[in-house]
């Protein structure tokens, strides 16, 4: 299946209800099973990713897939771990070829029974869940955040607690302290010095909650209002001051390419100014790496040479994105380098004999290539996206949002 994806003009007018945090909702329904809570999760994302994590949670079953879901299949690793009886957990083909070895050996260090079913280091995985035993664990902090909250979360249930050490540069840390100010709401307290975070063993207190709008998701609209001559457009659900790191992004647009971002009530609006465009635009995405997409697919729509860092981990994604990135990006000219490890540098040259028209963009299973790369059909004639139902992982009802603001989607 193909959409195909058009937009007459370059004027952003409207409203749109964004969809609620994954991020949060995912971290929030493991919350809430360690706090025994009654309560039901107002507002809970309708994701892929969340619809398999709460069909886990709430199952009759010992045996998971739980598909493209890696927040899932990491968070779930260690919730299991802990629960008495015994787990298997597999996934998609992708999924059992993103590694899971570092979780696995962290749990084993608690005293964690954990098998590797198919290949050592990687999903599936058979466990047998027991009561486990605190200490001090040590872990690659440059690995995904998803290993740390998924220890961090489970470590109040520890007998004595956890003392998490994490050693070399910290990667997306926002999503670290997301999961640990979102257990501050469920009543657990913890201590965060230097390198160390520290949790006591203590019990979670269950707690109404209701989820905030997806910032991930909002960067798709900033990049149309900063591709547009014109915007008008109303975020409902988005609040600036979030518990989300990629609420971050409101000054990067703001900054680099004239968004304005003003809150009414419980909504943003984002309007458009003119000012000049950087001559390079220089990133570190060492702690916003699922906006790095949608930011360079917008720097190669607006013809602005780039050198962007800290996206390491986009190589442990739904795809290899920083490849992806690279393959499709070619499509519109620009020929991307990774100069090192975790980086990506356009010089801002288009090759005419790299150009397709109209681009056909593949999405690898990964949501974030499809929502990042239909901006674009606000500067080219036509956009077509491949696979293009990949969305509902994160952003289910994104092509009928597009067609409410005046896109074409067929």
Partial sequence: ??????????????????????????????????????????NLSDSDDTK?????????????????AGTAMRFLTAFLSKIVGEWTLTGSERMRQRPIAILVDALRKLGASIEYVENEGFPPIRII???????????????????????????????????LRLTNQITSKPYIELTLKLMKKFGVRHTWKMNEIR?????????????????SGASYWYSMAALSDESDLLLNGLRLQSLQGDANQAEWFSSYFGVVSKQEGNNVRLTKINIPVP?????????????????????????????FKGLA????????????????????????????????????????????NPPVIA??????????????????????????????????????????????VE
């Fill in 199 to 215: 949790i006591d063993e203590q019990v979670y207190r269950p707690v109404k909650y209701t989820v905030e709008a997806d910032w």
């Fill in 129 to 163: 869940g027991t009561a486990l035993k605190g200490g001090v664990i040590e872990l690659d902090g440059s690995v995904s955040s998803q290993y740390i909250s998924a220890l961090l979360m489970i470590a109040p249930t520890i007998q004595g607690g956890m003392t």
């Fill in 279 to 307: 001559k390079v635009l220089e990133l570190d995405f060492i702690e916003n790496p699922d906006i790095a997409q949608t930011i360079a697919v917008l720097a190669v729509c607006k013809n602005i040479p780039f050198h």
């Fill in 52 to 68: 398999v994590l709460k069909a886990v949670l709430t199952a009759n079953t010992n045996s998971f897939d739980i598909g493209h």
């Fill in 363 to 408: 999405t690898y299973h990964d949501h974030r290539m499809a929502l990042a790369f239909a901006p674009a059909a606000m500067v080219y004639t036509k956009i077509i996206i491949d696979d293009p139902q990949v969305i509902s992982k994160s952003y289910p009802g994104y092509w009928n949002d597009l067609e409410k603001i005046g896109f074409m």
């Fill in 313 to 356: 981990t986009l190589k442990i994604k739904e795809t290899d994105r920083i490849l992806a990135l690279q393959a499709e990006l070619s499509k519109f000219g620009a020929k991307l380098l990774e100069p090192r490890n975790g980086e990506l540098v356009w010089d801002g040259t288009i090759d005419p004999i790299l150009l397709q």
């Fill in 1 to 42: 299946m193909q959409l195909s994806i058009t937009k007459a003009d370059r004027i952003l007018k409207g409203e749109i209800t964004l969809p609620s945090s994954k991020s949060i909702s995912n971290r929030v329904l493991i919350l809430n099973s360690l706090s025994y809570s009654p309560y039901d999760i107002d």
